[in-house]
Antibody, heavy 119, light 108 residues
Framework: EVQLVESGGGLVQPGGSLRLSCVVSGFTFSSCAMSWVRQAPGKGLEWVSSISGSGGSPYYADSVKGRFTISRDNSKNTLYLQMNNLRVDDTAVYSC????????????WGQGTLVTVSS | EVVMTQSPATLSVSPGERATLSCRASQSVSSSLAWFQQKPGQAPRLLIYGASTRATGIPARFSGSGSGTDFTLTISSLQSEDFAVYYCQQYNNWPQFTFGGGTKVEIK
């Protein structure tokens, strides 16, 4: 069974930092690209960042470029999102999502972890 | 950026009736279109990929169609568990995924 479990969310002040983790199981982690997608309260889904299976190719939405860093540790089956210089509009539930093997759609998602940026 | 527009924003349907949801892309995304179902407090669930292929375990009452810029998700006979928010997503421009704003399917 494929499982993705996020952690690391919480309340942080504007300008602060957080590191999110996503521990996965049930598939060959290193074979799949992974992504972070966020959903602000009462809003729709927004792609944040993606990374290839090897970890060599990170991609970012313009809204987080230069502030967020995606990474992965294939030996630990874990995906990360380092978020620096957080803004109020970064407040959202952050979910990790698995890319389909040999394709580009997202086939499994975690439940998400809530990040609240507020003074 | 490819902008995805879903309509209607809310669809009121009686159980057993047919529901038709629309998704339009601002430019062609070929058949690189997925549909997700999301219930409150739950992760999105993949229903359809490749515009028309049902994901593993998805009931046959869910079907997708379209290509290019216009896509449709049809639920042939709504069950109580189908009342949820549905999102379309293009992945033609991987990894710069973009999502539609969602259609809420509610009980009439």
């Amino acid at each position: 069974e494929v499982q993705l479990v996020e952690s690391g969310g919480g309340l942080v002040q504007p300008g602060g930092s957080l590191r999110l983790s996503c521990v996965v199981s049930g598939f060959t982690f290193s074979s799949c690209a992974m992504s972070w997608v966020r959903q602000a309260p009462g809003k729709g889904l927004e792609w944040v960042s993606s990374i290839s299976g090897s970890g060599g190719s990170p991609y970012y939405a313009d809204s987080v470029k230069g502030r967020f860093t995606i990474s992965r540790d294939n030996s630990k089956n874990t995906l990360y999102l380092q978020m620096n210089n957080l803004r109020v509009d970064d407040t959202a539930v952050y979910s990790c999502a698995k890319g389909a093997f040999a394709d580009f759609y997202l086939d499994y998602w975690g439940q998400g972890t809530l990040v609240t940026v507020s003074s | 950026e490819v902008v995805m527009t879903q309509s209607p924003a809310t669809l009121s349907v009686s159980p057993g009736e047919r529901a038709t949801l629309s998704c339009r892309a601002s430019q062609s995304v070929s058949s690189s279109l997925a549909w997700f179902q999301q219930k409150p407090g739950q992760a999105p669930r993949l229903l359809i990929y490749g515009a028309s292929t049902r994901a593993t375990g998805i009931p046959a009452r869910f079907s997708g169609s379209g290509s290019g810029t216009d896509f449709t998700l049809t639920i042939s006979s709504l069950q109580s568990e189908d009342f949820a928010v549905y999102y379309c997503q293009q992945y033609n421009n991987w990894p710069q995924f973009t999502f539609g704003g969602g259609t809420k399917v509610e009980i009439k």
